[in-house]
């Protein structure tokens, strides 16, 4: 099963804004920190933000810094992607990731370091 659940994805214009959410499915399991990453037609799945439960902190990828913001709920393995002033180029199916272990390995913005995943929830930009 599905770990995570995505929600909150559509269509909008240029300059609009969404605000994705990610919550667990059936599974019960903590997590040390849980992510946003999206990937569009033909291109790699990429980094967009990061919310660490050790001490809240926060990671975003250059592109979106000052446009997006991450929040979420710990005890509810909650997370959410505020996204404002969307472009075209955000267009782009969101997935939702968790990393359950105590240590990290890989770094914050990176895929590897994250083990739970969910299907995602398209964002499309149109101008």
């Known amino acids: 099963q599905v770990p995570l659940v995505e929600s909150g994805g559509g269509q909008v214009q240029v300059g609009a804004s969404l605000r994705l959410s990610c919550r667990p499915s059936?599974?019960?399991?903590?997590?040390?920190?849980m992510a946003w990453f999206r990937q569009a037609p033909g291109k790699e799945r990429e980094f967009v933000a990061a919310?660490?439960?050790?001490?809240?902190?926060?990671y975003y990828a250059d592109s979106i810094k000052g446009r997006f913001t991450i929040s979420g709920e710990r005890a509810e393995n909650t997370v959410h992607l505020q996204m404002t002033r969307l472009r075209p180029e955000d267009t782009a199916l969101y997935y939702c990731?968790?990393?359950?272990?105590?240590?990290?390995?890989?770094?914050?913005?990176?895929?590897?370091?994250?083990?739970?995943w969910g299907r995602g929830t398209q964002v499309t930009v149109s101008s």
């Open positions: 990731a968790a990393d359950s272990s105590f240590s990290t390995l890989y770094g914050r913005t990176q895929r590897a370091e994250y083990d739970k």
């Open positions: 059936a599974e019960t399991f903590s997590s040390y920190a």
């Open positions: 919310l660490s439960w050790r001490d809240f902190d926060t």
